[in-house]
């Protein structure tokens, strides 16, 4: 048992807010956490993401076991005092690496896949550069392609080494595009990897168990009940969430009734704004997610409704010719620094060339507006008043 208490505040039917106290400090929840992957939420200083809110982020074992390797940050004093962070940090287990590295490579897909995005079945995908069997992950680094191995133990060992406040168990994440038969066996060598996960551990740090089982019903509360009778700290739901939006809300729904009300809930790498509102409706606590960088680098802002595109409801392009002369912010309702100091002409300005402060500027808006969204959905709990948030966003 690791180091924390959560306690749920208040309720709107299966939606909830609760208060979360790890080692570094206390989250309120539902919260989404900035992804630092190489120990850094790209273009983010640790003093801006204080400024925009930021509880928690979450770090990438498989790249930080690379480089620099578990040994020097431990020498550094570990991740928060390297990154200069001194709040909650969540590692992961490298398990989702294994998969981009691995199944999703080879059938072009992500956690989710929906037919018809221009991907042809017959089409030469990218090949597996993994081998997976019981004893655990054999990979390539992707910095100098020497050869690696990620053990359930080792997981956990370099993660200890890290010291995170959370950390998460060695999984295999499965494909959507993966059958049924694949599905159970790789669910029950992650259920067989866990216990040894939970055996090896010996830290103060909280351990989060992950729960697998694909887009198939009686697999999901297979493991999400094998998992809730170890005794995790929290629970994270993890692998292949199907071939729709539907399909992801009805993997939470089967998943829920099975686990302990009063342990969080962690939505793996999910993050944009419809699918938090939806999954938090659904009794989700915690996310992580890449994106509000990631469309920062490619030009785009996050927007209040209703001032997005047809096609894309919360965010606009800012590097479009249309917003060469534009004096307004970022986004006209956004209270962040970079809104109150800056225009759209210079920020596209700023992106048009390559100037790195225009990563900086568009990066701490995005996270910024995000964390913003959740501040609000967490008050709308808390007031009761979480299906007038629903209608302002989703129209
Ligand atoms: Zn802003």
Known sequence: MGFLEFQVKSQQDKARTGILKLKNGIIKTPEL?????????????SNDLKEIGAQMLICNTY????QPSADVI????????FMNWDKPLVTDSGGYQAFSLGLGREHAVGKMFFPGNNYKQNKPH???TIKLNEKGIYFRSIYDNSHQF?????SIKIQEKLGADMILILDECTSPLSNKEYTRKSMERTHKWAKRCLDIHNTDQAIVGIIQGGHWQDLR????????SLDFDSYAIGGSLGKSKKDMHKIIDWIIPHISPNKPRHLLGIGVVEDIIESVERGIDLFDCVSPTRIARSGYSHINPPFGTKKNKYRIRITLSKYKSDISPLDPNCKCKVCENYSRAYINHLLKTNELLGFNLISYHNQFFMLDLMREIRDSIEEKSFNKLKTKWFG
């Open 221 to 228: 509360e297979k493991s999400a009940k094998y998992n809730a």
């Open 33 to 45: 956490m900035p992804v630092a992957t190489k120990a850094t939420v790209k273009a983010l200083t």
């Open 150 to 154: 990620l053990s359930p133990e080792k």
């Open 126 to 128: 990218g090949k597996s």
């Open 74 to 81: 431990s020498k550094m004093g570990g991740l928060h005092k």
């Open 63 to 66: 790249h930080l076991m690379l």
